[in-house]
């Protein structure tokens, strides 16, 4: 994939991804960059306005904390959906510093930090941000989940090639119509600056012709030295899917291992689809 269209417009250059960077005890919201959505979707002409389409990054937040009104720290997991539609996406390193920023910060209550962030967000993405924030006493008592689905990783094949080819997919579909979610846990790609490895269990439902196994795993595989951000490549997916195998309706859902106490989970549907939100084994 080229990334000149972040490159030449001096978007990534102007991020905290890979450099040096001062830690912030202090609030301050100005520590958030955002990165437009649409130069990537145009790289892949990707179409917003497809029917149907919905979608959203979700994003748990491990690390939150912050001093009540007496200067006792307090903690919490946070959970924050951010909608595809939204003018930018936000980079991941300046959310991280500024929810550090919180933590030597007096509020008068959780719901005051919860209020904060999502109104800070909000702006910093140019549209709709929910965040939800949870005792510990109560995120504790989820259970580690799984994603529903076939799973698509024990077919024994060769693989010898680990370069985004979407070609795969071309002439994969049967003559018969079917409805089946598949999961894949070998997906893999990576940070577009820092060259960071991105691990994620992948699914994938569909209603429509169907999609043979074993070129879906080669597709999916093949990102595995791939750089995009873990947004961008749900997208990318969606598009190729829709592309080559033209089902009549898709949803595609990356939960991703986390880093840097985020995980990022992003989900794309022209259908019904409601996301499995509990965390997963690798998360």
């Not at 491990?62 to 959906?81: C, D, R, T």
């Not at 949870?134 to 529903?148: A, C, E, M, N, V």
């Not at 969606?238 to 859902?253: G, Q, R």
Request: net charge neutral; with cysteine.
């Amino acid at each position: 994939m080229s990334t000149s269209n972040y490159f030449n417009q001096n978007i990534l250059s102007e991020q905290f991804l890979g450099k040096p960077t001062k830690y912030h005890d202090i609030y301050q919201p100005m520590l958030l960059r955002a990165i437009p959505r649409n130069l990537n979707r145009e790289l892949i002409n990707f179409d917003l306005n497809q029917t149907g389409l919905t979608g959203e990054d979700i994003w748990t937040l491990y690390e939150i904390s912050w001093l009540n009104q007496k200067g006792l720290p307090q903690v919490a997991i946070g959970e924050l959906a951010l909608d595809m539609r939204s003018v930018n996406l936000i980079e991941s390193k300046s959310l991280k510093l500024y929810l550090n920023s919180f933590s030597q910060t007096r509020f008068i209550s959780s719901e005051a930090v919860r209020q904060t962030i999502e109104y800070d967000l909000s702006n910093c993405a140019i549209g709709l941000v929910t965040v939800t924030l949870f005792r510990l006493q109560d995120i504790r008592k989820r259970t580690i989940g799984h994603l529903p689905g076939i799973c698509i990783d024990e077919q024994d094949i060769d693989i010898n090639n680990y370069e985004l080819n979407s070609d795969y997919l071309h002439n994969s579909t049967a003559s018969d119509i079917a409805q089946e979610q598949l999961v894949s846990h070998l997906f893999k790609s990576n940070c577009l600056i820092t060259r960071q490895p991105d691990w994620a269990t992948i699914q994938i439902s569909y209603y429509g012709l169907r999609i043979h196994h074993e070129p879906l795993l080669r597709y999916l595989i093949s990102y595995r030295k791939h750089y995009e951000f873990h947004e961008q490549c749900a997208e990318r997916i969606f598009h190729d899917i829709i592309t080559y195998c033209n089902p009549k309706k898709l949803s595609v859902y990356i939960r991703y291992t986390r880093r840097g106490g985020i995980d990022i989970n992003p989900w794309r549907s022209n259908a019904e689809y409601v996301p499995y939100r509990t965390r997963l084994a690798r998360q």
